[in-house]
């Protein structure tokens, strides 16, 4: 029905079919509102064309390669994991800067000229080009001629990723964190007033009571130290031991430490939290909304490039046939499989017109977004090849008990025993040989359910949990058989292939987690707001690698550290200077800037937080005692504010995956495919999302085919989110859905929403 | 206009004026609205009294200095930090017992026997009555024969305050920790099966190399000090040295330990606190809307008793009149002035009718818990005393100066020297006479501002920082001149006398604070948020009290802490297994579990958790190995459950803040004191809170005060929330206006709202 319909209206448009440049206009506007690109571009033909060449994945995965590239410079630059002449990473960032500039190059004749000049990301990147360069020549000229140089514009490169076209979503964590600011400033500073009021107040009760604490140290003899340990035991680093010599001395002094820790530790950090939360929440909501509003812009705009008058001369409200849909639809996403269209365009036109209205083409930007899986249900090759065979009783019996609740059980159990046998000592024969028999069990696991489903469907691109076992028992048999090769050869056994085994073996126990429920729909919520977190990733590889390359031009080759365990140097660090210390005592010596490898593992343990007095302590034994500014300041910037952030952002992915129902998008497209007889059983599907990568959702089709021709499928993958806007867009959708109206009030030609500089 | 009115109203009510049985019911209801108990009282007359009696301020403050009584016994109870006879502690728990036996017993006189029977907290409390009363005789019993004796019933103590018919809020705290308790214990469970997989992979990992830790000790030898061990790194305590071993045996192992920060410290910890906030506010939201529909029952009810029928025989909506209503205000507060009730009224008669109906009564709940403070703008004493110098051109200038924004300013500028002052030695003669001066000029200060502010203004309730000068200066003024009377007595000085004094300095100098404006405001929401923390100060205390009884009975004695700082037996904590222990080198031979105060300080280290596993362990060496679960029990228990709920607490009450305004009943309040021309300047007070609590607000009352007679002035306290209901029921407000048809649904007898057992 739909079908002819569909032919008919495609009659009756023929006559005014869109030209090719106005096609390309509107798929720029659909593919911009699909992915939220906020980009003003010239309408022109022309700079269209280069627009939608702009945004080639090859393009922009291409540009992320060469800052990637950039970036892990920095472990082949002096202070280097692996050294290379300066003349070669100079010569890779020479190259990656040209990249650079060739996309901004390529930017700028894609956007008027007056937009280009006033957006700050294309400034900030010119600069950093600029900048770079610049230093690079001074850097090769001093070097050159011998003289002591530093590559300052090392710490301008992570900048590239917020500056960067496609850096959208870290902008914006990084605007929201600006926005806030004022406000944990002020708390901030009366956070410091508390400290040094407390301060004060140690020392007047403590300093001329000659305590000493357990190393001898004189006890809250100065205002700084004071201050600075204080500061320390808001992080708790450093508690109980700094109270011990005062609550000695006498008990009521506990007393000071539990009001202090109450106010600072408790108090101020949840409210620090607190303000972070509900501004980022204040700001980002703000700047999704204003994202919303500009989709439908981008949408309206799209829709009346493609419009066509109705035929009565003016009456009645503007369509959009299908001829010009579909082609658009093909050109916005070439990959989508014609059928998938045809459901799409059934969604859209509801009412069977042969062409949809303004309301409907708005939606298509949404509609593209919903992952749909085109399941094709062929029948299993087997049955193809040898049908005799594979419906004989016995395969039937075999495939049914494959498909019973009692198999996977098994395999349950299976996995348990096996969870004991690797917490047993592998050197026993009998243990190190019951490996090869979970190997196999593992094997034939696979092997029988790849006898019951068809195999593309089984290494279908959602079955999560099949990749993953293959993955998994295929590398741990080949580690396995290496090993038992290498073994049997020279009785040789390699650490290294012995250490990927046996993290193998224990990662196959995960697979349990999917069997439980209760664990299932918790690990569900974690998968689905994982990818979001990426975003947050970003933000702190920007904040680590300013301080690591900070950090290393400060410390490098301070504190060393001697492979050797019985080597004396170990005891001091080989700096005579941090003989006795607690830093040294403690064994941190590899804790250290001598490259960007260890200065990365120093900032995460910073970040744990745990010992970071020590640590600082032994940076400013070799150095200074303002070396302490470097530690605090990665405290305050990284603790107080980037992961009070993450946790600002991992609740609120939490809540909204609590309170978000499907969207009625969502639902339509599914009535609609379940309306076509086309859809497997949602409630099995939507019911979590495990179920959407796990095996026995792919059974119903495999189960059909046993009837004879290939049959095509409609599933909709589990709402997963691929970003944090996409989440907080769904919020806001019911929200904007009145100021509807205003998509298409003005001229059509819409500002470009301005969220100050970046 | 108002007045004449209501004369009129009160003349033909007259005739069928209120029994006093039926006024004593409604204040009942009115009275349980205000304070939102929910309690199901009988509505006979002489239960009602009974229940106004069993109410009255009087026996609630009793019954909880009573239960502080019987909690303090364990201070003086063996393991005792003063010592008593077994039979002191125990009469004085009998009477204790007495008086909560008594307290149930009139409960039970007051509400019908079928739910008094049915409600959990009476069987709780009479179950810990009875067994508490069993342990004494048991106890007795055993000490007098000799035996050994445990007095176990001491757990149940703290049960007290949750059972008790006021302990509402912590019962409803409690209630929603176990209503989020199943999911808590999915992810709990998940996250331990995180733990024992990364235990697994480092046991193969790691405990094959031969590694030892700083300490010399075997690393991760074996699964179960694995599991802790890594258990002990998702609470940081002992990052980065658990990772040291591996990381300097290999650089690639570092990983191993930041994917397993990432995911069991930052992920799991993030989700723990999503979840609990989520479900908190969850089921504490339906609990307040619960309650909140029960006290608009409740309300419904009083007014049923209190309505009169329309005069024209049934027709019209039943009224209360002024003369009932005036009566049962007088009955439920009788501390309001006349002038107040009269406004009260007026706000309640909006439409001057003289009665009101149902929708205007059930807003009396309300108006009642709006806390306005009435001002007498009474003439200055001085000016009464002798006007002719007070009102002299010179005084006149002091006054004008003093009022002016200078004095103040000078005034900061004198705390800040006098903190450079207290930061020097104070050892020096020209910084110890400092001292004097500046104590003068503080002085001063309060002597001007005496001077010009009416004195019982001046010392208003609500005016925070005049109380907070005041007291902190002449408690300073007194230790000062004690010490120095001392020292010039016999050269001899008290340490404890020096150390208030330090510390009252010190506290003069947080003034500054409310100076600074950017500073007041964070300051307001910390104060207003303040009291609704005490609940969750009571929870803490009921979970400290558990554990601190259990810790006392396990550990008492094990470790002992010698004063002498010389004693040999400081090295070893008096206990040879501890010896060279990290427990005995770092000093913390205090922290044990030797009477209840050590106790506490000790569960406060705990809560803070840093080198947690280093205190564990120390009472693992002089106990056993399974004195981990102890330690293992208080960490989820206090800081996964209660500190994220104290986090989420936080949390909530600063949304709430940012997200309420002022409730329109606030606002009607407000217009009508406006109206009625009785307010002072209503923006300077509801700019910000401590304005409330200044004094430049009481000068505006003291200016009208030359105008010869005493004026009524009304301000309302700027809101402040006493308890998280209150907050939450503001939310909550809206929601249930539509709602408001159901309140007198059925006829009037309302079930009571049953939240399950407490």
Known sequence: MTGTSGQDARACEGKEGKTKEELELASAYVSDAQYNRNVFFDTSPRAVSLYLLYNRRLLRVSVYFFILLDLSLAVCEEPAVWPLPPWATMLAELLCLHVFALRLVHYAKVIPRDKFWKDPKNICMMAILALTLVDMIVYGALHAAGFYALRWSRVLRPLLLVNVTEGRQLRRAIRSIRNALPQILSLFLLFIFSILIFSLMALKLFGKRGLAT??????????GDAAFELYVLVTTANSPDVMMPAYDAGSAFALFFIVYIVVNTYIFMSVFLAVVFNNYKKYLKEEVRQLVRAKRRKMARAFAVLRELPEDGGRGEPLVGRASWTRLVRSVRPDISRAHTELLWSVSDDDNRGAIDERSFVQL??????????????PHPLDRLCPAFYRSAP?????RSVRHRAFAAAYDVIILINAVFIGLDEKQPMIA??????????????????????????????????????????SALIATVVNAALESSGGYTSRQILDIVFILRVLRLIRVVDSIKRFRTIMNTLIRIGPAILTFGQLILVVYYVFAVVGMELFAGKVK???DAGDPARLDCGNALLRGSAFARLGYCKNNFNHAGAAFVLLVQ??????????????????????????????????????????????EAFFLEYSLDKSDLHTELEKKIEQLQLGV?????????????????????????????????FKIASKRYRTVDALLQRLFEADLEREDADVHDGDGNFANPSFGAA
């Open 214 to 223: 357990a190393d001898g140290a004189a006890y809250f003899s100065n205002y």
């Open 365 to 378: 930007a949404d509609l593209l977004n919903i992952e749909v899986i085109t399941l094709k249900s062929r």
């Open 395 to 399: 395969s039937r019996l075999v495939r």
């Open 433 to 474: 040989n019951s490996e090869w028999g979970f190997l196999a069990l593992y094997l034939l696991e696979i092997l029988l359910k790849l006898y019951v489903i068809e195999p593309r469907t089984f290494f279908s691109a959602h079955s999560f949990w099949n990749w993953f076992d293959t993955l998994i028992v295929v």
């Open 561 to 563: 550290f001697y492979e």
């Open 606 to 651: 910073l970040t744990v937080v745990n010992q970071w007095h020590i640590l600082c302590s032994g940076f400013t034994a070799v150095t200074h005692e303002s070396a302490r500014i470097y530690f605090v300041l990665f405290h305050v910037v990284v603790v107080i504010v980037v992961i009070n952030i993450f946790v600002a952002f991992v609740l």
């Open 681 to 713: 059983a949602q409630d099995a599907v939507e019911d979590n999302l495990v179920a959407a990568m796990e095996t026995s959702d792919h059974e119903q089709p495999a189960e059909q085919s046993e009837s004879a021709a290939p049959k095509l499928v």
